[in-house]
């Protein structure tokens, strides 16, 4: 093992820790969260050591990024999770590559989504992703704009949708990010009935290195964590 797969090791335990001590005091099972490690900061042998670590899921926010990684020998056990913007025209690229695109914000992309699916005999999970904080930089859709869509999922049987994705406003803190954890959590059992049967919105991913621990509590099943894992790591 290099000095940078011991760090490596190192912070993915303590932040392994650190989660299943979250859900401890949120009196929810560990099993119920599950750790994305992003490793958009990093090269491709410091997202091995993670897979090396234990740790199966990583995600990338650039497609671009992505395609590269998955098609990397050393990466080719890791589980891939979309967590970025996708434009349209990247989705066919991306979609034989991942396990889980965290990050459908439109009705064209979830359309786009369909039909390349559709083309490749597959089925796609995806995460529909809300704009909570209502910072207008943001991507995600607005209330309003789920509920629009939920109805119509039908009409796309190649996708999965699977749950909803958020980002927790930057400024505010984690008073600010609890605000916005619970919003998804409460927007999703809000919309359960506007869904077809079938689909159930499971997972919520929310909570990043700054705020995983809030977004535990709040109902959080995907923390996508990148920053802490590479704590003393040059990148
Ligand atoms: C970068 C990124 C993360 C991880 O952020 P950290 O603060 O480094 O843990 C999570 N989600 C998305 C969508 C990101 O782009």
């Not at 912070?11 to 099993?31: F, K, P, W, Y």
């Not at 969260?33 to 900061?41: E, F, N, P, R, S």
């Not at 904080?133 to 039908?154: C, F, N, R, W, Y």
């Not at 919309?191 to 109902?219: K, Q, R, W």
Request: glycine share 8%; charged share 20%; aromatic share 4%.
């Amino acid at each position: 093992m290099t000095h940078i797969d011991n760090l490596i090791a190192e912070n993915l335990a303590r932040v392994q820790q650190r989660i299943s001590q979250a859900a401890d005091s949120a009196g929810r099972a560990v099993e119920e969260v599950q750790l994305v490690a992003v490793t958009k900061y990093v090269d491709a042998a410091t997202s091995a050591a993670l897979l090396a670590a234990g740790c199966p899921a990583l995600g990338e926010s650039r497609p671009q990024q992505l395609w590269g990684k998955a098609t990397e020998p050393t990466l080719t056990e890791a589980r891939w999770h979309m967590i970025g913007h996708l434009q349209r025209n990247k989705v066919e690229r991306t979609l034989p590559l991942v396990d889980l695109i965290h990050s459908v914000d439109s009705l064209r992309l979830l359309k786009s989504i369909d039909e390349s699916s559709a083309k490749h005999g597959r089925c796609a999970r995806i995460l529909l992703e809300v704009n909570c904080s209502g910072d207008i930089a943001k991507h995600g859709l607005t209330t309003d704009g789920l509920k629009e869509i939920l109805p119509q999922l039908a009409t796309f049987p190649h996708v999965e949708v699977c749950g909803l994705m958020t980002m927790a406003s930057r400024e505010g803190g984690v008073t600010t990010a609890a605000r916005n954890f619970s919003f998804l959590r409460e927007l999703r059992d809000q919309v359960a009935g506007d869904c077809p049967p079938g689909t159930i919105l499971a997972e919520l991913s929310m909570g990043m290195s700054h705020d995983f621990e809030t977004a535990i509590c709040e109902g959080a099943t995907l923390v996508r964590i990148g920053s802490l894992l590479f704590e003393g790591v040059a990148r």
